[in-house]
Structure formats: structure tokens, C-alpha cells
């Protein structure tokens, strides 16, 4: 009744093993490659997304760079954040920043930040098409458009209209990412970005919905030709001074 001997049969599983790890390091790259694509989403196109997340270093280096800036933010904010509840506050920002961002990305557009009730977009980021200026003054007449699509929905659904001040600049800048390691951005600097972002003054100044700069008209112009639709909406606003720009601005408004 004594066991005196054994017999032992191994498998080697060496196969299983490699082939399930495989496996595991296959869903983790899907599951990386989708994170990366939200974060990009956020800011740029699908289309462009699709393109970005095959790159290593889907931004490139710090460099110079022809592209459009445009500016966009909602008239009189302050005012209607305080005569509305926080949550319907957090609610009309969000149909704002999607409604603006299906316009922008429509016309191969990217958004560098949201920053409260406004946002900053680039055209010609990260990758030049030879058309920025044409694409930043198509979203520009298309946001007016979309915004009256908007109020006449928010109107019918007994809500006070909103209106917006967008402004558009060309010229070059300098692109890359800012930051710490841990928190990084990508943005542009330079005084086409500033120049851009005082011109949203003169919205106000102008009565106007939209101003944008000469040099992005002539760049617009030199791109598309003087029988672009968007061109023949523009009206001369003259020539203005902007706080912390040293030369007179021409620009050209658009009610």
C-alpha cells in the first residue's frame, strides 16, 4: 500500500504564456492610444486627431510659423452668470464651447484653450495647410452664423439671446509646448496672438461681432482669391490704435 514510485508529465506552456502576454501589452496600447486620442480631441479635429496620434511627438519641436489666431467670447458674461443659477451657467458654457468647437474644427481649426467664457483657436496648427487664413475667416462668418441658429432656439424656448465678439489675426508665431513635466501645454506666442486678443476690444468699440486684422484678409485673399463668399461680408472698420501694440491696426468688420 506504499507508493514507491511516480510518473510526472509536463507541458511545456512557454507558447500560452508568450502569446497571452502579447495579448495583455496589445490592450494596453489600445487602451494608450485611445487615452491619447481623447486628450487630442479635445483640441483638435478627428480628422486631424487620427493624423496626430500615428506620431511619436505628435507636436514637434518649438518653431516659427504662418498661421491664423482668432479670439471668441460672450458679450456681457458677468452679467449673465449673475442672473442665472451656477448649474445653468455650467450648462449655456457648455453648448457654447460645443457649438464653437463643431465651427472650428469643421474648418480644420484647433483649440489652444478654453478660458471662461471664451476660447482661443489656431489654423495652420500643428501642420500648415497653405490655407489658414482662408479657414481662420470661414470659422469666423460661420460662428456668427451659428450663433444665430442658437438664439433663435434659445428664443423659442423663452431664453434671452447671447451674443458673442470674435477676432481674427495673421501673421507669425512661435508654437510649442509650455509648462512642467508634469503639466504641459501647447500654445503660440507672439504679437500676432496679442494683437488678436486686443482686437476683441474693438467689437465693443465697433459695434461689431466680428473684427478681423488686414493682414489676415490679405493673406486671405492671396490664398482664395478676391470672389471668396466670406470676403463680401466684410465692411472697412478703419484704422485703431490697440492698447499695447505699437502700430495702428487695420481692420475689417462684419455685423
Not at 467664457?117 to 489658414?132: I, S, Y
Request: with cysteine; proline share 4%; charged share 20%.
Amino acid at each position: 500500500g506504499q507508493i514507491t514510485h511516480f510518473v510526472a508529465v509536463q507541458r511545456d506552456v512557454t507558447a500560452r504564456v508568450e502569446a497571452e502576454l502579447r495579448v495583455a501589452q496589445a490592450q494596453q496600447a489600445a487602451r494608450e492610444s485611445d487615452r491619447k486620442k481623447a486628450n487630442l480631441a479635445r483640441y483638435f479635429s478627428p480628422a486631424m486627431v487620427e493624423t496626430l496620434a500615428q506620431r511619436d511627438h505628435p507636436l514637434g519641436p518649438v518653431r516659427r510659423q504662418a498661421i491664423a489666431v482668432l479670439f471668441v467670447d460672450i458679450v456681457g458674461f458677468v452679467a449673465i452668470s449673475e442672473s442665472l443659477a451656477p448649474e445653468r451657467v455650467v450648462g449655456l458654457l457648455r453648448s457654447f464651447y460645443r457649438r464653437m468647437a463643431k465651427v472650428i474644427f469643421a474648418q480644420r481649426g484647433s483649440i489652444e484653450n478654453f478660458s471662461g467664457d471664451g476660447l482661443m483657436a489656431l489654423f495652420g496648427v500643428p501642420t500648415p495647410t497653405g490655407q489658414e487664413a482662408t479657414d481662420a475667416l470661414h470659422a469666423a462668418v460661420h460662428i456668427i452664423d451659428e450663433l444665430e441658429l442658437w438664439n433663435a432656439k434659445r428664443m423659442r424656448a423663452g431664453r434671452s439671446p447671447i451674443d458673442v465678439g470674435v477676432s481674427a489675426n495673421f501673421g507669425v508665431v512661435v508654437l510649442g509646448d509650455i509648462g512642467t513635466r508634469e503639466s504641459m501645454s501647447f500654445t503660440a506666442i507672439g504679437a500676432p496672438v496679442n494683437t488678436a486678443s486686443r482686437m476683441q476690444e474693438l467689437c465693443r468699440v465697433l459695434q461689431s461681432r466680428l473684427v478681423v486684422s488686414q493682414s489676415l484678409v490679405a493673406r486671405a485673399r492671396e490664398e482664395s482669391g478676391d470672389r471668396l463668399v466670406a470676403l463680401q461680408r466684410l465692411s472697412d472698420g478703419g484704422d485703431h490704435t490697440l492698447r499695447g501694440v505699437t502700430l495702428p491696426v487695420k481692420v475689417w468688420t462684419c455685423v
